[in-house]
């Protein structure tokens, strides 16, 4: 069974520039999740899909991230502009039924300079 | 709302010694706690889990980890660590029933097996 993938794994970027994050989930996992963590932090989560629909953005800075996930497959996480609050690893994971199991992609990790 | 505490941030143990990794949650509902390794450069991969039923756990590469509700804990343990288990370590409780909800990490604990 193939894993969550993602990309790119690494981005260096100056602030105020815009960046995107690519997301395949493992197949037939309908709940899909992106995860910030900061350096020395754990994963705080961003946003939750449930299929194509949103079921939690309460902690996703709207006026500069925004993701969406088409077909309820892929999923893509935008920043414009960056700040270099920012820079931090990226991370996707699926899970798939009532199981509390998620799985996690290898990350994107974001510079900011 | 639910909250993880890891206690350590970081836990230097030589080969062959026992460790323990502290965790402890606070929550207002049921919880189901995890523990997720992360190797250097990977992403994060479930160590061990407690859903319901034995509050010990163990995981296939010796590690095991004991819900003490009284407590509001959840320990990881091993009696013998290895070089291989140097890692992040990250604790981390999911407060809904429907089995899709968010996981609250702890900060995590950095281990260092010292040869």
């Known amino acids: 069974e193939a894993g969550v993938a993602q990309s790119p794994r690494y981005k260096i970027i100056e602030k105020r520039q815009s960046v995107a994050f690519w997301c395949n989930p493992i197949?037939?996992?309908?709940?899909l999740y992106w995860y910030q963590q900061i350096l020395g932090q754990g994963p705080k989560l961003l946003i939750q899909f449930q299929n194509n629909g949103v079921v939690d953005d309460s902690q996703l800075p709207k006026d500069r991230f925004s993701a969406e996930r088409l077909k309820g497959v892929d999923s893509t996480l935008k920043i414009q502009p960056a700040k270099l609050e920012d820079s931090a690893v990226y991370l996707c994971?699926?899970?798939?039924?009532?199981?509390?199991?998620?799985?996690f992609g290898p990350g994107t990790r974001l510079t900011v300079t | 709302a639910q909250s993880v505490t890891q206690l350590d941030s970081q836990v230097p143990v030589f080969e062959e010694a026992p460790v323990e990794l502290r965790c402890n949650y606070s929550s207002s509902v049921s919880v189901y706690l995890f523990w997720y390794v992360q190797y250097p450069n990977q992403g994060l991969q479930l160590l061990l889990k407690?859903?319901?039923?034995?509050?010990l756990v163990e995981s296939i590469n010796g590690f095991e980890a004991e819900f003490n509700k009284s407590q509001t804990s959840f320990h990881l343990r091993k009696p013998s660590v290895h070089i291989s288990d140097t890692a992040e370590y990250f604790c981390?409780?999911?407060?809904?029933?429907?089995?899709?909800?968010?996981?609250?990490f702890g900060k995590g604990t950095r281990l260092s097996v010292i040869a």
């Open positions: 407690y859903l319901s039923g034995s509050t």
């Open positions: 197949s037939g996992h309908a709940t």
């Open positions: 981390a409780v999911s407060g809904g029933s429907s089995g899709n909800t968010p996981l609250v």
């Open positions: 994971a699926s899970s798939f039924g009532t199981n509390y199991e998620q799985y």
